[in-house]
């Protein structure tokens, strides 16, 4: 008969503990402190700021009880803050690449690398089949005008054509059910 003595790779101490398996990280809770630590039990961050589950090896801290985005993390503990932006749609995550955000009403998308897009929209939905849906602005100057866009993943307005011949943006509409 023997004995093994282990030891605790993280305190346990936390009134919370989750697996974020998409991120393979562990999520820790007390007192309003989260603490993330990979599985290897390295400690990457913590804050008081409402961080998202991680999405495509980001996760979006929101400043506490708001929509107020703090910044951007990703999965190796890495933080880029961004000021100025609240989420979109309450849906604080990545898709295909894009954070969709909102800023006084107007839509924008950051990338992975915490880079801001530099197209802006009056709408703009999270990504769904490789697409954001939404509405740009014909008139981007006075902020009117406005007509239904795709945007695919690298964050580029989807042309519309057929036979060779390009659709203006009023020619186009998109019906849903």
Same mark, same amino acid.
């Given at each position: 008969m023997f004995g093994q003595v282990a030891q605790w790779l993280i305190p346990a101490k936390y009134?919370?503990?989750?697996?974020d398996t998409e991120a393979g990280?562990?999520?820790a809770? /007390?007192?309003g402190m989260k603490v993330t630590w990979n599985v290897d039990g390295k400690r990457l961050f913590a804050t008081e700021n409402d961080v998202a589950?991680?999405?495509?090896?980001?996760?979006?801290?929101?400043?506490q009880g708001s929509?107020?985005?703090? %910044?951007?993390?990703?999965?190796?503990?890495? &933080?880029?803050?961004?000021? %100025?932006f609240t989420v979109a749609h309450n849906h604080p995550f990545y898709s295909h690449g894009n954070l969709v955000v909102n800023q006084n009403n107007i839509y924008r998308l950051i990338n992975k690398n915490g880079e801001v897009n530099h197209e802006?929209? =009056?709408?703009? &939905?999270? &990504?769904?089949?490789? &697409?954001?849906? %939404?509405? =740009?602005y014909l008139n981007k100057e006075k902020l009117k005008d406005i007509y239904p866009v795709l945007i695919?993943?690298?964050?580029?307005?989807?042309?519309? /054509?057929?036979n060779d011949k390009l659709f203006k943006p009023d020619e186009v509409d998109f019906a849903s059910s």
């Open positions: 009134d919370n503990m989750k697996l990280v562990i999520v809770d /007390s007192a589950h991680f999405t495509e090896g980001m996760a979006v801290a929101k400043r929509e107020f985005i703090a %910044g951007l993390y990703n999965a190796n503990g890495t &933080y880029t803050p961004h000021d %100025g802006f929209f =009056a709408m703009l &939905y999270p &990504y769904f089949n490789g &697409y954001a849906a %939404g509405h =740009a695919n993943a690298l964050g580029n307005l989807v042309i519309f /054509s057929y």
